[in-house]
C-alpha cells in the first residue's frame, strides 16, 4: 500500500473551477484501487508552525500499489480534464509514502 499526501496551491479566484476538476478526479481514485482518506482545507489556526505558504488543501489518497497510482494518473476520463487542474492549481507538492 502506497499512501499520497498532496499540498494543494490554488490561484485566487479559480476555486470553482478547481472544485470542477475534483468533481471528476476524486471517483476515478476507485477505479484504480484507491481511497480518498481525507480532503481538508485547513483554517489559519490549524497551524502551529509553518513556514510554507499555506496549503488551500490537502488530501491523503491510498493506492493499493505504485501500478495502481500510476493508472490513476493516465486515465483518459480524467486527462480530459486536465485543463481545469492546470486552470485553477497554481502549484502542488506531492508527496509519496508506505504505511509502517
Not at 492549481?89 to 506531492?94: A, C, D
Request: aromatic fraction near 12%; charged fraction near 25%; proline fraction near 3%.
Amino acid at each position: 500500500m502506497i499512501l499520497i499526501t498532496q499540498l494543494i496551491y490554488i490561484i485566487e479566484g479559480q476555486e470553482k473551477t478547481f472544485d470542477q476538476f475534483e468533481s471528476v478526479a476524486i471517483p476515478i481514485i476507485l477505479k484504480y484501487n484507491g481511497r480518498l482518506l481525507f480532503r481538508l482545507r485547513p483554517a489559519e489556526n490549524y497551524f502551529i508552525e509553518i513556514h510554507i505558504d499555506k496549503p488551500y488543501e490537502i488530501h491523503l489518497v491510498e493506492f493499493q500499489n505504485q501500478q495502481d497510482f500510476e493508472g490513476f494518473l493516465k486515465d483518459g476520463e480524467r486527462k480530459k480534464f486536465l485543463h481545469l487542474k492546470e486552470q485553477s492549481i497554481r502549484t502542488s507538492i506531492l508527496i509519496q509514502g508506505i504505511k509502517l
